[in-house]
């Protein structure tokens, strides 16, 4: 695993989350939601749930047995953080 697949899987790991959540974000926010919360929110479902399902499990070891587990990590993450955002500004602007 190197570093642009963990980020592009992370990319396309966020974006099924936001899409999956979406209004259910913007429909239980107290307030508007904007898109660094909604960021946030997606990736604590990600690091809270999504991980812990199979076949998540063969993912994380495939980061772990890489040459530099600790970027692989980092570029997944981000690769969520930026899908959260793609379609946060996706789907934001089909809503307005």
């Keep these: 695993m190197n570093k642009r697949q963990a980020y592009l899987m992370g990319r396309e790991t966020g974006n099924g989350i936001a899409e999956h959540n979406y ?12 898109v660094e919360n909604f960021q946030l929110e997606v990736s604590q479902i990600e690091s809270e749930h999504y991980r ?13 047995e890489s040459k530099y587990p600790d970027e692989v990590w980092t570029e997944y993450e981000r690769g969520v953080f930026n899908g959260a955002k793609q379609t946060f500004h996706k789907l934001n602007k089909e809503t307005k």
């Design 52 to 64: 812990q399902f199979s076949p998540f499990e063969f993912t994380a070891q495939a980061f772990n």
């Design 23 to 34: 209004y259910d974000f913007i429909n239980d926010a107290p307030c508007e939601i904007n």
